[in-house]
């Protein structure tokens, strides 16, 4: 998974900051980075970067839980297709906004929450899971 956006703020902690982009789409992620990588990007508002996440580090839940989720990153969407291997498989969702995501999960996942083409998920992305690039 690779977002392009521009990033929106960036709040300072005392080890890490807070990184926020605005994705082309319209929707927002947020980074948790070290200062480090803050100022070894080049990270100021207004400067373009890159958010990449790993599938794996994608968890998905059914949209109609009832539950509330202490992850930063929440993209609501549906099930646009899935590649079903032998132990997992691959789930790519569309968002609201068009934004595309790919989740990977094991197949008793994929039974026991019902995916199928058009099933209405949230994808959950820890702020920490995010890893951020600039353009050289």
Do not use: C, Y
Request: aromatic share 2%; glycine share 8%; proline share 1%.
């Amino acid at each position: 998974n690779q977002l392009k956006g521009i990033v929106e703020s960036i709040n300072s902690g005392a080890v890490n900051d807070e990184v926020v982009l605005h994705l082309n789409g319209g929707e927002n992620i947020t980074a948790v980075v070290t200062k480090n990588s803050v100022t070894t990007l080049g990270l100021v508002k207004g400067k373009a970067a890159i958010a990449i996440f790993k599938a794996p580090w994608v968890i998905l839940a059914s949209a109609e839980n009832g539950l509330n989720f202490s992850a930063r990153n929440q993209f609501k969407g549906n099930v646009e297709s899935l590649e079903k291997g032998s132990v997992n498989s691959i789930v790519n969702m569309v968002t609201e906004t068009g934004l595309k995501l790919s989740a990977v999960v094991t197949n008793n996942s994929v039974e026991e929450m019902q995916l199928h083409t058009g099933a209405p998920v949230i994808a959950l992305i820890k702020a920490s899971n995010v890893i951020l690039a600039t353009e050289k």
